[in-house]
């Protein structure tokens, strides 16, 4: 009996994994499609019907093409780090708060914390290792604003966990029952969305890879699969942010198609944001990660704080 609910979890996490790798590889076509759209041009549009297979064809050619590896890098931190981040990126996806037989605990938003926190190291290593100086300055620049906002991010949570009192993630769907969160946090809700802006690296805080002042950030010397390792990382945090911004702030987590478009939503808000912003000055962004955010979330954790004990 034990055997085969073991197999049937191995199962849950294969199918998991495939439906993030799809989910991510369309995000990028979406991507490139709304860029496109706002720039007023078609997008991918070659590639099968409406160029609805450009991603497949794009990863066909990453991970066939030659690795490249600097003569100078450090070898194994540096053919490791991509897989370790994306590994990282992929073990956050256990916290979806599943109402079946899957890995559901108590303590996903704890666990879920602490997998961000090592995604930092990946980037850091990836940066050094190149032993390029490009690479390491868009390390430090991308290590510096994800601890930053790493910061106020759990200060917003925990205003969050205040008001339903426990790290459980299900518990958000009991509690918005009849009003999302997002109607009594709305600051926190647009504080939490620019956090992850800065926490999954994307415009306007795109600092790592400032292509305009830097060549690339930290992933300056990876091609082929390392590159397409980081890339999937990246689109996958951006998906994971996306589904933990519906279940904190807009009704919590339930297996329905309303439920998919809001994910679909705020992933294409994501791309919106993209499309329509400039960067930001790196030392405004750090202005604005201490002497605004920090305050401002320790003002509402204390409010929220107060509220939990009156009611």
């Not at 979806?96 to 926190?117: A, H, K, R, T, V």
Request: hydrophobic residues 55%; neutral net charge; proline residues 3%.
């Amino acid at each position: 009996m034990f055997l085969i609910e073991y197999l049937m979890i191995f199962i849950g996490m294969i199918l998991l994994i495939i439906g993030v790798l799809i989910g991510v590889a369309f995000l990028t076509l979406l991507e490139r499609k709304v860029l496109g759209y706002i720039q007023i041009r078609k997008g991918p549009n070659k590639v099968g019907i409406m160029g609805i297979l450009q991603p497949f064809a794009e990863a066909v050619k990453l991970f066939s093409k030659e690795n490249i590896y600097p003569n100078m890098s450090n070898y194994l931190s540096y053919y490791y780090s991509p897989i370790i981040g994306f590994f990282l990126s992929l073990l956050i996806w256990l916290v979806i708060p599943y109402e079946m037989n899957f890995f559901f605990f108590s303590l996903g938003i704890l666990f879920f914390l602490c997998c961000i926190s090592m995604g930092v190291y990946s980037i850091m290593i990836a940066g050094w290792s190149s032993n390029s100086n490009y690479a390491l300055l868009g390390g430090l620049r991308a290590v510096a604003q994800t601890i930053s906002y790493e910061v106020s991010m759990v200060l917003i949570m925990l205003s969050s966990i205040l008001m339903i009192l426990d790290f459980n993630l299900m518990k958000f769907n009991y509690y918005q029952m009849y009003l999302w969160f997002i109607f009594i946090m709305f600051p926190l809700a647009l504080m939490w969305f620019s956090s992850s802006l800065a926490e999954t690296n994307r415009t306007p805080f795109d600092f790592a890879e400032g292509e305009s002042e830097l060549v690339s950030g930290f992933n300056v010397e990876y091609s082929g699969g390392g590159f397409a390792l980081i890339f999937m990382a990246e689109y996958s945090s951006i998906l994971f942010m996306s589904l933990l911004f519906s279940v904190i702030y807009l009704g919590g987590y339930d297996i329905s198609l309303f439920f998919y478009l809001k994910l679909v939503f705020i992933s294409y808000s994501f791309i919106w944001v993209r499309g329509t912003l400039p960067r930001f000055r790196y030392d405004k962004l750090m202005y604005l990660a201490w002497k605004i955010y920090l305050p401002l979330s320790l003002n509402f954790l204390f409010f929220y704080l107060g509220l939990s004990i009156i009611f």
